[in-house]
């Protein structure tokens, strides 16, 4: 049976798609957001964390790991993620959990387990599974067994996407697909590629195919202070929705909650420090958005 990368499933989410829904996340992306609150998800193999606070230096790693990938540094464990197989089951003697692997190898039908055991909420609540990472169509063979599997069992499948694909992927995926939740983050294409390492141009055009193909699309822009939270930079957003037919949008305000977990991945955070914005400038820019006939759904 065919396998994916899976690093977290999520129960009882109701901000990715309508009622309650389960959350599968797949690795890979190959975007580089520099807030992306899932920096885990970013590598499609399967990465180690390490939770400094969780860790009581007793070594233990250190005498069990391959190729010398953790060594004692005082009261704590130094990391050398670029040495060793990849193979983490040595992470395992850690007591204390402060060693843990982000990335698990799971088929179709352990996945589809997990997703079952929230039907009952699913047929309560008009909910059903959301697809995210990452980018889940990096491992688009995977998701498609899993959403025929959904769609031929009645539960309700959303996929939550960069756009930064092959359109033939989305073309093959689209049948299967009842909302796409859909980023855009910046019009230009600049901006995007400083703060993505990617052009939106293909994101761009992708959009257009789904909303031409008669796609269920919810786009969201994840407004970062400085970056694209003006609103100019909304205002131009709604205006290329308005010419490719979309009518549900919404922003994601900016938070620090995955901030923690580059320092876990040894990854440098950029935004550390960065303000969220008040309250009221979020409802002024929903108040615009909504005055334009937008709804978030």
């Not at 073309?171 to 859909?182: A, C, D, I, T, W």
């Not at 901006?191 to 195919?209: A, M, Y």
Request: aromatic share 10%; glycine share 10%.
């Amino acid at each position: 049976m065919m396998r994916g990368n899976v690093f977290d499933i999520q129960r009882y989410s109701i901000h990715d798609g309508e009622g309650i829904r389960t959350v599968v996340f797949l690795k890979g992306c190959p975007l580089r957001c520099r807030w992306c609150a899932n920096p885990e998800s970013w590598e499609p193999d399967s990465s180690l964390f390490y939770v400094r606070s969780r860790c009581i230096g007793c070594g233990t790693c250190t005498a069990v790991c391959p190729d010398h990938e953790a060594e004692k540094d005082g009261d704590h464990i130094r990391l050398h993620r670029e040495r060793g197989t990849k193979d983490y089951a040595w992470t395992q003697a850690c007591p204390t959990g402060a060693l843990c692997v982000k990335g698990e190898r799971m088929d179709v039908r352990e996945v589809m387990e997990e997703i079952r055991k929230d039907r009952v909420f699913y047929e309560h609540s008009h909910g059903g599974v959301t697809f995210s990472g990452g980018e889940p169509l990096m491992q688009k063979e995977f998701l498609l067994e899993l959403l025929k599997t959904c769609r031929a069992e009645g539960i309700h499948t959303a996929v939550e996407t960069t756009g930064f694909v092959n359109t033939e992927v989305l073309r093959e995926v689209m049948p299967y697909v009842e909302l796409f939740l859909y980023d855009v983050k910046a019009m230009d294409p600049e901006v995007h590629r400083k703060w993505t390492g990617q052009s939106n141009e293909i994101i761009l055009e992708n959009l257009r195919f789904l909303a031409e193909a008669g796609a269920g699309i919810m786009v969201r822009t994840p407004m970062i202070p400085g970056v694209n939270d003006r609103e100019e930079d909304i205002r131009q957003i709604m205006e290329y929705l308005k010419a490719c037919g979309i009518r549900n949008y919404a922003v994601l305000p900016f938070h620090q909650y995955g901030s923690g977990k580059y320092e876990s991945a040894g990854i440098p955070y950029e935004l550390a420090g960065l303000p969220v914005h008040e309250e009221s400038y979020v409802q002024k820019i929903q108040g615009m958005i909504a005055a334009e006939g937008f709804q978030a759904i």
